[in-house]
């Protein structure tokens, strides 16, 4: 059974940085990219980052370029997502996403950035 479990997420003001964690259980985690998304209210889920299963490639949304890093750790079957800069419009549930046949999502961690 496939569980993608997110934390990290939190109230921080403008300016400041949160590292996000997704752990993930139940399908070979190192077969497989991961990527983050994220949903505001009122808007779509957009795709934030994104890492190849060996976390050779990356890929980001233009709004997050040079201030999110996405990372993995195929040791301890976790993705991780660095946020600096953090801006209130970056204020949104954060989630963790996996296609292993099926799309699965984790139940999200909340990010709010304002002073």
């Known amino acids: 059974q496939v569980q993608l479990v997110e934390s990290g997420g939190g109230l921080v003001q403008p300016g400041g940085s949160l590292r996000l964690s997704c752990t993930a259980s139940g399908f070979t985690f190192s077969s497989y990219s991961l990527t983050w998304y994220r949903q505001a209210p009122g808007k779509e889920r957009e795709l934030v980052a994104y890492?190849?299963?060996?976390?050779?490639?990356?890929n980001y949304a233009d709004s997050v370029k040079g201030r999110f890093t996405i990372s993995r750790d195929n040791a301890k079957n976790t993705v991780y997502l660095q946020m600096n800069s953090l801006k209130p419009e970056d204020t949104a549930v954060y989630y963790c996403?996996?296609?292993?046949?099926?799309?699965?999502w984790g139940q999200g961690t909340q990010v709010t950035v304002s002073s």
């Open positions: 996403n996996v296609h292993v046949t099926n799309n699965y």
């Open positions: 890492i190849s299963s060996t976390g050779r490639f990356t």
